[in-house]
């Protein structure tokens, strides 16, 4: 019989030995694959069997967005031009995709909450609490995607071969949902303000970005939209499904890339301050 | 925050000094054990005992000094972490033994012994949240032993449940034990002689005391206050005066007690009940002697009958007496009173049992 593992733990800081603490990383993250999805099966079984509207509530948020703003605009109270395509549709996929994002942003901060007591209690590989909310999200992000199809056949919208780079562009938006997320997250389990300040912050964030309305080049919605990193991932998504031309690709794929390297800087600070976040959390 | 951002930079924190208003939760604890022992960890709350065994767990990180596990862990700090109160028990069922460490195989090879184990075959497939606490409890521990870890640690968890299953959970520990080493906490001493093989006792975070689990009782007894006696006196009005004396405070186990009793009454009153209760330093009743068959009617006026108990073997420590009477018309309580009185017993202790009657 082989001799069991032994585990061992000191005060000294795992980043002391890189290349171990990498290689852990990622056999945790395999190891949690399974447990990631119990949980997740968990959370989804318990959040819809006690709501009667049930997947509904999914994208209830992002509809009411843009009613508001295909009002306002029908009405004349907002003049938005330049879509390229029906207000509506436009104002509808810009919301669902901006959704998607936010989810991504709350997920890390809202399963580490929810699974306080868990993570105080038991150990078990910590990854899987965050693969379990990526689950989630992707879950969330199919119901909206078959939302957005209905909206593309409603106002004959058709694809064209940039669709082919579409999946590229949500994993885009996930990446930087995420990263954003992952840094606010040891934060947000110690202080409040972080979660109460969220959708504030995101709401506003929304009018920063070409959501509803089209990418400027002038004035400060000009300099908003191309410095504010959100803006290329939400245009070239929208542009990517929408067979429109792709105009802001360079900004895009920086971020994206930059968006990669900080979940995964995230993610070894989560898996770091872990043990200090557990001895303040309680639970 | 500063602990984290020297974290997060591979630096070493300042181990050494402590922070306004911070305290060491545990100091200078060290110990081996192996598979096959049983540790018992006792302390009074707040020594520290929790926060030893999360860090046992791999929880919390230690400041000082080296932990090393071999094999897995499996804890019981608390039952039914994982439990979504809207699924039902089996779907609980998975997501706690995958919280644990197991797998979906494993779960599904042991799900009909959990479910046999924890007693509620017929209540597997309702939500959580209509069960009792005590099935809650059952379904947690039962599921948290299917694991069969190299390491257990119990976390005062044997507190609930009614009598049968705690015995079914010693049985399936001392199974576990064969295989395991086990690190119990509790404050039940019948528990923890139950189990354990030797035991560590702290205080306020330090080691009081580390070795046999007689020593440690007996260490842990003295850090405790002595009770203050319930000041529950009761005397009927009939009754003006209802005492106790003890003829010596000290006593040797085994020897004669002798003590006298001194009650003062309106009336004469037969009795139904006169029962002499001896109880130890926790509250304990250790023994009870029936006085009724050497005096069962209580004349009027004043009495002050002495009576002998012979050989009172009982585990050196510090005991207390009360007293019940009831009389034969009503069928009430006509005295119920504790005594302030100590009697200190002295001998040699060769095992936690407070009754140890000799033999030839």
């Not at chain 2, 460490?101 to 007693?119: H, V």
């Amino acid at each position: 019989m082989t001799s069991p593992s032994l585990t061992v733990y000191s005060p000294e800081s795992p980043l002391r030995n890189p290349g171990k603490l990498v290689r852990d990383m990622f056999l945790d993250l395999l190891a949690a694959r399974e447990l990631a999805w119990r949980l997740f099966i968990r959370d989804l079984s318990a959040q819809y069997r006690q709501t009667f509207l049930g997947y509904v509530w999914a994208f209830l948020p992002p509809l009411v967005t843009s009613f508001t703003f295909i009002y306002l605009n029908s009405q004349g109270i907002v003049r938005i031009e330049g879509v390229g395509m029906p207000y509506p549709a436009f104002a509808l996929i810009g919301t669902l995709l901006w959704q998607v994002f936010v989810d991504a942003v709350q997920c890390p901060s809202q399963a580490i909450f929810a699974s306080k007591a868990m993570l105080s209690k038991i150990n078990f590989p910590r990854e899987a609490v965050l693969l379990g909310g990526l689950y989630m999200v992707l879950f969330n992000m199919a119901i909206r995607l078959s939302l957005l199809v209905a909206v593309m056949v409603i106002w004959k919208i058709t694809p064209g071969i940039g669709l082919l780079l579409f999946p590229l562009a949500m994993a885009g938006l996930l990446a930087a949902g995420f990263a954003v997320g992952m840094a606010i997250s040891p934060v947000g389990a110690l202080y409040g303000d972080i979660n109460r300040g969220l959708p504030i912050i995101t709401q506003f964030w929304m009018l920063l970005t070409p959501v509803v309305y089209p990418p400027k080049t002038h004035g400060l919605a000009g300099f908003l939209s191309t410095w504010n990193p959100v803006s290329p991932l939400m245009t070239t998504a929208r542009e990517t499904l929408c067979n429109q031309p792709l105009t802001l690709i360079g900004p895009f794929f920086v971020v994206v890339l930059i968006s990669m390297v900080l979940v995964f800087l995230g993610w070894l600070a989560f898996r770091l301050a872990m043990p200090m976040l557990v001895e303040r959390m309680g639970g | 925050m500063e602990d984290m951002g020297a974290e997060l930079v591979g630096g070493s924190r300042q181990h050494d000094i402590l922070r306004p208003e911070e305290f060491w939760a545990v100091n200078d604890v060290s110990f081996e054990l192996r598979r096959g022992e049983c540790l018992g960890l006792i302390g009074r709350n707040g020594a520290g005992k929790t926060t030893l065994l999360r860090m046992l767990n791999g929880l919390i990180k230690p400041d000082h000094g080296k932990i090393e596990m071999r094999g897995r862990v499996g804890a019981l700090i608390a039952l039914g972490t994982g439990f979504n109160p809207i699924l039902t028990g089996r779907e609980n069922i998975y997501v706690n033994g995958s919280v644990l460490g197991l797998t979906k195989r494993e779960i599904d090879e042991k799900i009909e012994d959990i479910i046999d184990f924890a007693e509620i075959r017929d209540f597997i497939d309702a939500p959580v949240q209509s069960y009792s606490s005590g099935m809650q409890v059952r379904l947690g521990f039962a599921v948290a032993t299917a694991l069969e870890p190299d390491v257990l640690l119990l976390d005062e968890v044997l507190a609930v449940g009614d009598g049968a299953f705690r015995t079914k959970c010693f049985v399936r520990i001392s199974a576990l034990l064969r295989n395991a080493a086990v690190i119990f906490v509790s404050h039940s001493e019948e528990q923890l002689t139950r189990i354990c093989t030797s035991g560590i006792v702290l205080k306020q975070g330090t080691v009081a005391h580390l070795g046999t689990l007689k020593d440690c009782m007996t260490t842990y007894r003295d850090m405790q206050p002595e009770n203050t006696v319930a000041q529950n006196a009761y005397h009927d009005p009939a009754v003006q005066r209802a005492e106790l004396k003890l003829e010596t405070t000290e006593h040797a186990s085994g020897d004669d007690l002798h003590f006298k009793m001194h009650y003062s009454l309106d009336r004469e009153i037969k009795l139904s009940l006169h029962v002499l209760s001896v109880v130890d330093e926790s509250g304990s009743l250790v023994a009870v002697c029936d006085l009724l068959p050497v005096w069962n009617t209580f004349p009027a006026g004043t009495a002050t009958p002495s009576f002998t108990v012979r050989s009172l073997s009982l585990r050196p420590g510090s005991y207390t007496f009360s007293l019940e009477v009831a009389s034969v018309e009503h069928a009430t309580v006509l005295i119920r009173k504790h005594f302030r009185d100590r009697l200190r017993v002295s001998g040699s202790i060769v095992h936690w049992c407070s009754y140890t009657p000799k033999v030839v």
